[in-house]
């Protein structure tokens, strides 16, 4: 009896051990998390306006009967992989048929004015989730996150982390494309 109570901690070691290692593979995806919104209508939320910009608000009901795909980024001022995505999303905005919405996450209103500000603002709607909450409602495990939102407010892809480089890019506009495909198919 006393083996046994001294192999626990050894078992707890090594359970600890194969996390942390699986945590590290380099080969692991993030974007392989899986969400329980995909397929699912986006979830009931209303988020204010930041303070000192222009750009109004975002609520479920922007998102509901949208008059095209909707991709939702959640981003922060304090966030540098946002930072380093904020050029391929004002890309896809010109370039792609959408609409830009975007979720200030835990960000103070000046901080997020003054980035915007410096980098552009891109955005359709940014609602300021100062809270958390409509994050937590979201899903979301971290920023940046982006979400294809169809145009009758169903959840299409998440991408979890920055689109940054060529593959990540080319996987995001598959992703548009399959998004298109599929609500084409629907009308």
């Known amino acids: 009896m006393t083996r046994l109570f001294a192999a626990i901690p050894f078992a707890i070691v090594v359970v600890l051990g194969g996390v942390f290692l699986w945590g590290l593979n380099p080969d692991r995806d993030p974007n392989e998390i899986p969400s329980v919104l995909i397929s699912q209508p986006v979830p009931a939320f209303e988020l204010p306006p930041v303070p000192g910009l222009e750009t109004p608000g975002l609520a479920q009901d922007d998102l509901n009967g949208a008059p095209k ?22 890309g896809l905005r010109k370039n792609e048929d959408i609409l830009l919405f975007g979720i200030n996450y835990k960000d103070k209103p000046e901080d997020a004015t003054r980035w915007l500000a410096d980098l552009g603002n891109p955005y359709d709607r940014i609602g300021s989730d100062l809270n958390g909450r409509a994050g937590i409602e979201w899903g979301i495990s971290g920023v940046p996150e982006t979400f294809i939102v169809s145009q009758d407010g169903v959840v299409l892809h998440r991408t979890v982390g920055p689109i940054v480089g060529d593959e990540a890019v080319a996987k995001f506009k598959a992703a548009l494309a399959a998004a298109r495909t599929a609500t084409e198919g629907k009308s």
């Open 69 to 90: 795909l909707a991709v939702v980024n959640v981003f922060a001022s304090w966030c540098v992989p946002c930072r380093a995505e904020h050029g391929v999303l004002t």
